[in-house]
């Protein structure tokens, strides 16, 4: 049996994995309302961590610290990167850092690391769980700073400078504490917009769909987690 921790900034990012939740005892913890249940032999704990780096980092600690947290999921949607990726479709980090940051603090200084990488198994399973969906997905680096990106010319700047396939301002931190604590960790967003000049326009119209398509998934992530498959 394990622990899984689910972070979500939003309400609207938990609301779908919060109903799935029977009954969840709940703590309060610095601000934060965690919700522990189970889901088949796992115990799941969710909370709503906000919006920003700050936020996600805090709650990864009070998730490993309090919780005993074995696995972190990072969910909730992203701004998609890539060409090819649109609307509504997954992305599953294979690594994740900060773009607001020069690599090189991170880097040449404690803790001496700038990408931060995702959990294999969890990855695939993450994949395979998407392919029994029928939901088409993506594998690659997701970048996270504190600014939402709705600018054509701010996207382009990050695909050359890092490549990645989605862009959030949360999945870095989570991945950089995970990491720092030994957790393995995976990050799972649903692409609401194209982080372009329609971004917010597409964020609009699309913030609750993507958020509750990811919300299946990770749900059967939570649940395969320890399972013969993983």
């Not at 088409?136 to 054509?152: E, L, Q, W």
């Amino acid at each position: 049996m394990k622990t899984i921790g689910i972070i979500g900034a939003m309400p609207s990012e938990l609301k779908d994995i919060r109903a799935a939740q029977k009954e969840p005892a709940q703590t309060e913890l610095a601000g934060f309302t965690f919700c522990e249940s189970k889901v088949g032999e796992n115990t799941l704990v969710s909370v709503c961590c906000g919006i920003g780096k700050v936020n996600a980092a805090c709650c990864t600690q009070l998730l490993i610290d309090r919780f005993g947290a074995d696995v972190i999921i990072n969910t909730g949607i992203a701004g998609g990167m890539k060409h090819d990726i649109k609307v509504l479709e997954i992305v599953i980090s294979t690594s994740v850092l900060p773009h607001d940051l020069d690599a090189h603090f991170l880097n040449d200084y404690p803790p001496y690391c700038g990408e931060f990488p995702a959990d294999a198994e969890l990855q695939r399973l993450a994949a395979e769980v998407c392919e029994e969906m029928g939901i088409v997905y993506h594998m690659g680096r997701i970048v996270s700073g504190d600014a939402f990106v709705t600018d054509s010319a701010v996207k382009t700047a990050l695909i050359a400078a890092h490549d990645p396939y989605a862009v959030d301002m949360e999945t870095a931190a989570v991945g950089q504490c995970a990491w720092r604590n030994g957790v393995p960790f995976v990050s799972v967003r649903c692409i609401s917009d194209l982080a372009d000049d329609e971004g917010e326009m597409s964020y609009a119209m699309f913030e609750e769909r993507a958020a509750r398509r990811v919300a299946d998934i990770v749900l059967k992530v939570a649940a395969g987690v320890g399972s013969p498959r993983c």
